[in-house]
């Protein structure tokens, strides 16, 4: 028998070529997105050389005290990347990723109200200066450092609208987030800190991590009105 044509295919029927993509956000989200990332790894870097020197006096500046306190940062920069992964799963916004840096700010407060005492008193409680600076660290340091960890892979759902430059757009935003730690780590030993009293300095990127997290907090809630 001779063959048959096959019968007409609806257009309609026929799976796109193309994977659809979200809306296009408006033009300020996208550099608000690397903002945040950037000022979260200048946040980061920022408190975690002025611990340093907010410990010396207690602990000491030895290359263990030094080694107790990147433990602890990079631990809770790990555990809050996790954290930040899972919490991008559930419909993700701005509003929730401003509440990261507002967490991060409220979390720093401790430092600079309690920190002396709690070094102190640890440092007396523990006699090894090793394991007093690993606890001293993870109690001041250690909740902040976990919320700055969460914001950059969060921010990388609210990025990504098209999964075929899902990985450009992962890797600019996490250029923009070292870049910050590298702003920072520069900023604050070469001239902050021979302008300004630590507990003002803490106090000043505090101030900066709230403002820039109430600010993507209340421009996500007028849009949503």
Do not use: C, H
């Not at 993700?92 to 920190?115: C, K, Q, R, Y």
């Not at 800190?193 to 505090?206: H, N, Q």
């Amino acid at each position: 028998m001779p063959a048959t044509l096959p019968d007409a295919v609806d257009p309609s029927a026929m799976p796109s070529a193309m994977p659809e993509t979200a809306a296009p956000a408006p033009g300020w989200r996208n550099p608000a997105l690397y903002l945040a990332a950037g000022w979260s790894g200048f946040f980061v870097m920022g408190v975690e050389l002025l611990g340093g020197r907010l410990m010396a006096p207690y602990f000491g500046s030895s290359i263990f005290v030094w080694g107790a306190l990147i433990a602890v940062f990079m631990a809770a920069l790990a555990v809050g990347y996790l954290i930040g992964g899972q919490l991008s799963l559930r419909t993700p916004s701005l509003t929730g990723l401003g509440l990261l840096l507002i967490a991060e700010a409220l979390l720093a407060l401790p430092i600079v109200f309690f920190g002396d005492a709690a070094f102190d008193a640890l440092s007396f409680a523990i006699e090894d200066p090793r394991y007093g600076a690993l606890l001293a660290a993870l109690l001041m340091f250690g909740a902040p450092t976990l919320f700055s960890g969460m914001v950059s892979p969060y921010a990388v759902r609210l990025l990504i609208r098209d999964l075929e430059k899902s990985g450009q757009s992962a890797g600019r935003l996490y250029f923009a987030s070292t870049l910050g730690s590298a702003g920072g780590t520069i900023l604050t030993t070469f001239y902050l800190v021979l302008l300004f009293e630590i507990d003002t300095i803490v106090i000043g990127l505090i101030a900066i991590s709230f403002a820039i997290g109430a600010a993507l907090w209340a421009s996500d809630r007028r849009r949503a009105y």
